[in-house]
């Protein structure tokens, strides 16, 4: 599966954005999906995962109740709201996708990446 990050931007202390990810080739719904952020000179880090079907959602403390993940299957794609951001929320933001059925915090559980989408959030 490929797939293709878009939505960053550059925004204010407390503004929101919608990041999308659009999915192609194998089918979408095979995969659990997950965003992730890396910040400079700091590792890869969890941001959210949502289940095959939509009905389980996985945040990582830092973002609980800030951002909101979400898919739609019939059209190939999966959604982070975020929402209330702070300067420490600039990173870049990745989409990934994985066959796995557990672990979805975990970045080595995930086979395809798509090439990420910068949030910039001014102070």
């Known amino acids: 599966v490929q797939l293709q990050a878009s939505g960053g931007g550059l925004v204010q202390a407390g503004g929101s954005l919608r990041l999308s990810c659009a999915a192609s080739g194998r089918s979408f719904s095979a995969y659990a999906m997950g965003w992730f952020r890396q910040a400079p000179g700091k590792g890869r880090e969890f941001v959210a995962a949502?289940?095959?079907?939509?009905?389980?959602?996985y945040y990582a403390d830092s973002v609980k109740d800030r951002f909101t993940i979400s898919r739609v299957n019939a059209k190939n794609a999966v959604y982070l709201e975020v929402n209330s951001l702070k300067p420490e929320d600039t990173a870049v933001y990745y989409c990934a996708a994985t066959d796995y059925y557990s672990d979805y915090n975990r970045p080595a559980k995930y086979a395809y990446w798509g090439q990420g989408t910068q949030v910039t959030v001014s102070s």
């Open positions: 949502i289940s095959r079907n939509g009905a389980n959602t």
